[in-house]
């Protein structure tokens, strides 16, 4: 392994870097995400490669000197084979509906890694070239290792209860979509993250040889708990922002610890992800009205739970309904037709039926698109994911302001499985969720909306489109119902 050189090594996480960058550049838009996950996979391949070879160097040149082959090259295979091998049929098996767990799990498991490295460079500083054998822990290095422990602790704990929200399976009360609060939460994040602070700080500046142990662990436990208590005041609602956030605290955690490792390709990609996940945190924050720096503070649980509480009980509405039958004749009667999916329809998995039934309509000469709303589903891009799947052309889908002045002209909306993101009531002042931006369905001259039942959705609100002189609902399964609408539609 003489022929690899630290210069090498560089060049090579450098040119990992510039793919990550690419990837992201491709992730931008539905169609050139193909390219860009190429562009993704190849550079964490090459920096996997990358690091496994400087494994194989340092590992000679321990056994060179003397120092043995302690650095459990064995492990680290072992490691990418285990983790490598669960990756590839989590990816393989996961359900589209199920997608989301599977990214807050992720999140969880960066997080966690982020700890386990700084608990093993303040242990065995030497190993990671960042101090002398018997020598203590440079302060900068400290600073870094104490920030990225704590946004690494956060973020795994805090992408527990994440999954778990999102998974909806589990009796554990923090694991339910109901948001969980009590009188004095915010004050107690307060201090807690004080505390945090001022034991990170303690770790920091002690001196000694010997790193102050009982700061840095105590700190490390309270950072695991208080990612718990971030997480747990949050409802279903809020999951979209929630995910996002998550997603650029591993980003930094990473980030953080590529410093004190002296690793630049783990500073640029775990930089690209955090800032990535901030900027899509904001957006998402924007589309559903909350506000981004109480969503970072984590302190946005009580809109949340008085969202989830507004609904209430509410008095018996007539509503208008129909057959896949009549829905079928009136689409297919339209000069032009919008189409909103949301999460009923990743639920049912009728992608593919709605694909041919817009193939269909299309075919009888009506204009038909698709309508996406920022959140729509339970993460961000969950729709634009699910009709790609289904290989629907890009041109027919459109974002929520490239479209949203077209619903007055539109003859049929059909809302598959959406509520809260074509909600009037968010036009209401006094609505919990008012200001929050809609599709505009409510506004086009008839409107098919297609639901399982009258239930509300994650905002626990009725929807007032539901009972508009204009909208007809057609119950049942999303799949059966539109499986019979291509029936009816000759």
Not at 168 to 183: C, D, E, I, N
Request: hydrophobic residues 50%; aromatic residues 8%.
């Amino acid at each position: 392994m003489s022929f690899i050189s630290l210069n090498l090594v560089t060049m090579m996480y450098l040119i990992a870097s510039v793919c990550f960058i690419q990837a992201l550049k491709g992730l931008s838009s539905p169609a050139n995400a193909r390219r860009g996950n190429a562009f993704g996979m190849t550079g964490m391949a090459i920096a996997a490669v990358t690091t496994v070879a400087l494994i194989l160097k340092l590992r000679a040149e321990a056994a060179s000197a003397g120092a043995g082959n302690g650095l459990g090259l064995g492990l680290v295979a072992l490691g990418v084979v285990v983790g490598g091998g669960i990756g590839a049929y989590l990816a393989k098996t996961v359900e589209m509906t199920k997608m989301p767990e599977l990214v807050a799990a992720m999140h969880s498991l960066i997080g966690l890694a982020a700890v386990c490295i700084a608990v093993a460079a303040v242990s065995e500083p030497h190993a990671f070239n960042i101090a002398q054998a018997g020598q203590a822990l440079p302060v900068g290095n400290r600073i870094e290792l104490f920030i990225g422990t704590f946004v690494g602790a956060i973020t795994f704990s805090g992408s527990v209860i994440a999954f778990g929200k999102l998974a909806g399976k589990y009796k554990f009360r923090l694991f339910q979509g109901a948001p969980v609060v009590f009188a004095g939460q915010h004050m107690l994040n307060l201090v807690l993250a004080i505390v945090m602070v001022g034991l990170g700080l303690a770790f920091v500046f002690a001196g000694g040889v010997e790193p102050a142990w009982k700061p840095f662990i105590i700190m490390t436990a309270i950072a695991f708990v208080l990612g718990v208590l971030i997480i747990i005041p949050i409802g279903g609602a809020d999951m979209p922002v929630v995910v996002s956030m998550l997603n650029s605290y591993s980003g930094w955690a990473a980030a953080g610890i590529g410093f004190s490792l002296n690793n630049s390709m783990l500073i640029i990609a775990g930089s690209l992800v955090g800032s990535s996940g901030a900027i899509l945190s904001y957006i998402m924050c924007k589309a559903m009205n909350r506000s981004f720096f109480n969503v970072i503070l984590g302190g946005f649980g009580g809109d949340a739970a008085a969202a989830s509480s507004g609904g209430g009980s509410q008095p018996a509405r007539p509503v208008k309904s129909g057959s896949a039958d009549d829905a079928a004749f009136i689409m297919a009667n339209a000069e032009t037709v919008i189409i909103v999916p949301g999460y009923g329809l990743a639920v049912a998995r009728a992608q593919h039926s709605l694909k041919e039934l817009v193939e269909k309509l299309t075919h009888k000469g009506v204009t038909v698109k698709y309508a996406i709303h920022p959140v729509a589903g339970r993460m961000p891009g969950h729709m634009n994911v699910l009709l790609a799947e289904a290989e629907v052309p890009y041109d027919q889908v459109f974002e929520m302001e490239d479209i949203n002045g077209e619903f007055g002209q539109t003859d049929v909306v059909l809302v598959l499985g959406a509520n809260d993101v074509v909600n009037p009531a968010a036009k209401d002042p006094k609505s919990p969720i008012a200001g929050m931006p809609i599709l505009e369905a409510y506004k086009a001259k008839s409107i098919i909306v297609n639901k399982r039942s009258m239930a509300s959705g994650y905002a626990g609100l009725d929807n007032d489109l539901f009972y508009q002189a204009n909208t007809m609902m057609v119950f049942g399964d999303a799949k059966k119902v539109i499986e019979d609408m291509v029936k009816a539609v000759e």
